[in-house]
């Protein structure tokens, strides 16, 4: 196992490494890096015996040989291969860590800003103050710690008040760099009675392992509205930690749909804040383990104040030696009255060298709430497959049709329908292996 000295000392090499320039007068921005340099140090390390990493095999995410990118560009018709056919979207780039604004949108509405972190940075653009300068650090354990040390590229989203953004926004990670630490750093704010569509797409082609460590933090005004779609497609040999943080306020409603289908190791680490009265947050998570792969969701939604809504229902399918972990906590304050959650967790196991850790919880601390829980942990029914099978079905077309019965109300969350194609289209590629597998 490895220590939390020896994790310390890991992190404190590539912190040491690190050696991007940015605005000298942004001091709000050069003491968060310092207190995030500070918390490594006395952060405990990452380990079993902790409740949240108790599934998470992080050992060997400390063993891999890392260094921090040089700022690196791509040519225009090299991005096209990996654009969605017919989706029609404003769109943001990354390129190994860093935005790329020739393969960027600038044809934007009113009312509407998207641009590249370390750009706003040089600008001394205020707006980026406005917004970041008193959200919380998230040193919340060390590799939170370690984006917000080494800080120095990532999108900024806002939209202004009334603003109802019709287009998408898509914001394309694009990982080539063998060996990578990729740092990407999100700022979306919507002002209040404004509305939009997030889509965020993390894709990899590097060889052999590289790691993207994403922190994103949203926050939604009164009567705001988001709808945000993930499709994490991360290199086989790839890391990758994402961790989200939404508030919400007033009359703020959150749609989420995440599929997690690549990485060898991939953890999200969502935490969800309903703050103000009458907040609606709907979460939706699918995701596929293969052979010598890990996918860890970790969720945390809190209820603080009464009349609060809150929906969360992931789904995985496992197969070969893959392993899935799903750890969903709600928390209902005791003055949080009159909350409605709903937290649900189903797996399929396809083989017997698979695993599942699963682990719904729910605290609450208030007596006027309607809330539920629930896990399921099966394999595919036989007397199904049997029935497919005598109406001349192979036994593979059988077993993809009801992985896809099971995954169908996850994907259908999807509400643009060139999205929707790609999602079933990328699902089923990943099923067509799974199941040649079983």
């Not at 992190?11 to 001091?27: E, G, K, P, R, S």
């Not at 919340?140 to 080494?150: D, P, S």
């Amino acid at each position: 196992m490895i220590s939390a000295q020896q994790q310390r000392d890991w992190l404190q090499q590539l912190v040491t490494a690190f050696d991007y320039q940015h605005a000298a007068n942004a001091d709000w921005f050069h003491a968060s890096r310092t207190s995030a340099r500070q918390a490594i140090d006395s952060l405990p390390g990452l380990h079993r015996k902790q409740e949240a990493w108790r599934y998470s095999r992080i050992d060997q995410l400390f063993e891999q040989a890392l260094h921090v990118p040089k700022l690196t560009t791509i040519a225009e018709q090299d991005i096209q291969r990996y654009l969605i056919q017919g989706l029609d979207s404003y769109r943001l780039v990354m390129l190994n860590g860093f935005y790329q604004p020739q393969l960027s949108s600038n044809d934007l509405p009113a009312g509407v800003r998207l641009a590249g972190l370390q750009q706003l940075l040089e600008q001394g653009d205020p707006i980026l103050a406005d917004i970041f300068r008193d959200m919380p650090q998230h040193n919340e354990h060390m590799l939170t710690a370690l984006n917000t040390a080494l800080i120095h590229d990532g999108t900024v989203i806002y939209i202004d008040r009334d603003v109802q953004l019709e287009k998408p926004v898509e914001i394309i990670y694009l990982n080539t760099e063998a060996g990578a630490l990729v740092q990407s750093r999100n700022l979306v704010a919507l002002a209040e009675h404004a509305s939009a569509t997030l889509v965020e797409r993390f894709i990899g082609e590097a060889q052999p392992a590289y790691f993207h460590n994403n922190v994103s933090d949203i926050v939604l005004s009164k009567s705001a509205a988001l709808k945000h779609y993930r499709l994490q497609q991360e290199s086989p040999q790839a890391y990758h930690m994402s961790s989200l943080y939404l508030q919400q306020q007033q009359h703020s409603r959150y749609d989420s749909t995440c599929l997690a289908l690549g990485g060898r190791w991939s953890r999200a680490d969502i935490t969800i804040t309903l703050q103000q009265e009458y907040a609606e947050c709907y979460l939706n998570g699918l995701y596929t383990v293969g052979e010598n792969q890990l996918n860890d969701f970790h969720l945390d939604v809190q209820h603080r104040v009464p009349n609060c809504t809150s929906r969360e229902q992931y789904k995985g399918i496992v197969y070969a030696k893959g392993r899935g972990v799903f750890d969903g906590h709600i928390i209902v304050e005791e003055q949080a009255q009159k909350s409605d959650a709903q937290l649900s967790n189903d797996n399929l196991l396809l083989t017997r060298d698979g695993e599942i850790d699963t682990k719904p919880q729910l605290e609450i601390y208030a007596d006027d709430v309607k809330c539920s829980h629930g896990t399921t942990v099966g394999q595919l029914d036989e007397q199904q497959l049997f029935y497919m099978r005598s109406r001349g079905l192979s036994e593979q077309s059988a077993k993809k049709m009801l992985c896809l019965g099971f995954a169908s109300d996850i994907i259908d969350t999807i509400s643009i329908e060139t999205l929707h194609q790609y999602a079933s289209q990328t699902f089923m590629a990943t099923l067509e292996q799974a199941v040649a597998e079983i």
